[in-house]
């Protein structure tokens, strides 16, 4: 199950499959308008304008719906209280009604294939429908850019964390946070003690704690991968070691902050931060 | 606002090379798939003038995501293993825009139907663009090129809420 998951998220291939199959909708779609636009402007029957917009709406939205499902894949991996996980929704439920729209519009226009000009609500509806698929394609490449989502997600073997765990409250005190079950080795646990942002990371010998963001461009360290007792960040393969924090390699410049913690009786417990 | 940063999609909050190249990449490989069933008997309802709309379509969406590209490779720190990686998507790609701009002129010659050459540009231009392509997604995904450029800001105004060490501001 977590091989099958792991191939659709593109681990393999060191890049996700989502964004490359999305390369054919997003060319062929506004493709399909704009020979649209064409039958209006250049009305001739050799060019087949209209049998080509056709051609490109219905090849654009089957391979969307396919790059959809891949990309529900994706999304599935987000974790659900990242600030990612809004503009993703956003950007599947924007996807869809894009595809909806196309597919009505790819409706509008099936009995008027010998005609010289595509039937105008069709031009219309595949219009609406592009704007909103760009609008959308923005919000995706938002995904990438801005919140880094499944940048060197492929370097690490373990899914990521679901979400992050709230550890009780208390100031310079040891509190449990999760069964030692939960976190295998090579794994990390994302926490949350008060407002300090921690990973949880369990190497061959015992768990570590250390800050969660990244000193250089701040990715997030409980996503990235595990080798031996050295952390790597997801986007920019800054390398640390969890047990002192020390940078190790990479861009980074600054060491982590390192929190106490350790395995007592089946839990690993952390010490939250004095402040 | 400085030319580079225009180009690198300062404006936008995201680089503009990537969202621009799914012109080319998408058009051309339709192309060619479409030049495969014109070959293997579909010439009725005119593949061949669509392969030619997606050639032409794809070479001006390419010729648009040049520049974006080359002012983000100007990015890359001269000393990265990212920075040789994009000189080969650089060669490809630049590769991939020669053989189909032969290809579009080759198809002013012909009607519709698709000749061995024309099949060949066709083919060779999509192989490559597709390995430009994945270096390109390399690029992105396994060195991180682009990522968080312009939304460190926030990044780290978080990361300093939530307890994070960070270097100081220079």
Redesign the interface.
């Known amino acids: 199950m977590a091989a099958a998951k792991n191939l659709l998220l593109g681990k393999p291939f ?3 499959l989502h ?2 199959l ?7 779609l ?2 399909g308008l ?2 649209d636009l064409g039958s209006w402007v250049c009305p001739l029957n ?3 304008l209209v ?2 917009a056709f ?2 709406l219905a ?1 654009g939205l089957l391979t969307g719906l396919l790059a959809g499902l891949v990309g529900f894949v994706d999304y599935s991996e987000i974790r659900r209280d990242h ?1 990612a996980k809004k503009t993703a929704t956003l950007h599947m439920v924007l996807n869809l009604v894009a595809l909806a729209l196309y597919g009505a519009s790819l409706a509008a226009r099936w009995n008027h294939l010998e005609a010289m000009r595509t039937p105008l609500l069709a031009v219309v509806v595949s219009g609406v429908a592009t704007l909103i698929l760009a609008y959308s ?2 919000l995706g ?2 995904l ?5 989502v ?5 370097r690490r073997k373990p899914l990521l964390p679901r979400e992050t765990i709230v550890a009780p409250r208390g100031r310079g005190v040891f509190v449990p946070v999760a069964d030692a079950a939960a976190l295998a080795e090579g794994a990390t646990l994302r926490v ?1 003690a ?4 921690i990973v949880i990371a369990r190497t061959e010998v015992r768990v570590h704690a250390v ?3 990244c ?1 250089h ?3 997030p360290l409980s996503e990235g991968t595990l080798r031996g007792c050295e952390i790597v960040c ?4 800054s390398k640390f070691d969890v047990r002192s924090g020390k940078v190790t390699g990479g861009p980074a ?5 390192t929190f106490r913690a350790e395995e007592r009786n089946g839990e690993i417990w952390v010490e939250t ?1 004095d402040a | 606002m400085k030319l580079i940063d225009l180009l690198q999609g300062k404006w936008l909050g995201h680089p503009l090379h990537p969202a621009l190249v799914h012109v080319p990449i998408g058009a051309w490989l339709v192309a060619c798939v479409l030049d495969v069933a014109n070959l293997a008997g579909w010439t009725q309802g005119g593949p061949g003038r669509l392969a030619l709309f997606c050639v032409a379509f794809g070479l001006a969406g390419a010729v648009l995501a040049a520049a974006p590209g080359l002012a983000d490779w100007l990015s890359i720190k001269p000393d990265k293993p990212a920075k040789k990686l994009g000189v080969y998507h650089l060669l490809l790609n630049v590769a991939a825009m020669i053989l189909w701009s032969i290809n579009l002129i080759q198809r002013f010659d012909t009607e519709q139907a698709v000749t061995p050459p024309i099949m060949i540009t066709s083919a060779a231009g999509t192989l490559l663009v597709l390995a430009g392509g994945y270096l390109g997604s390399l690029l992105a995904f396994d060195h991180g090129i682009a990522v968080a450029r312009f939304s460190k800001q926030q990044w780290r105004e978080r990361a300093v809420r939530e307890g994070a060490r960070v270097p100081e501001e220079n």
């Open positions: 060191r890049s996700p964004p490359a999305v390369h054919v909708p997003i060319a062929l506004p493709l704009l020979l050799e060019l087949y049998r080509g051609l490109c090849a600030p394609g923005y490449g938002h990438v850019y801005s919140d880094g499944a940048v060197g997600r492929h949350k008060g407002d300090t942002a800050q969660e963001y000193p461009r701040y990715g997801p986007w920019h393969n410049k600054v060491d982590l902050r931060p």
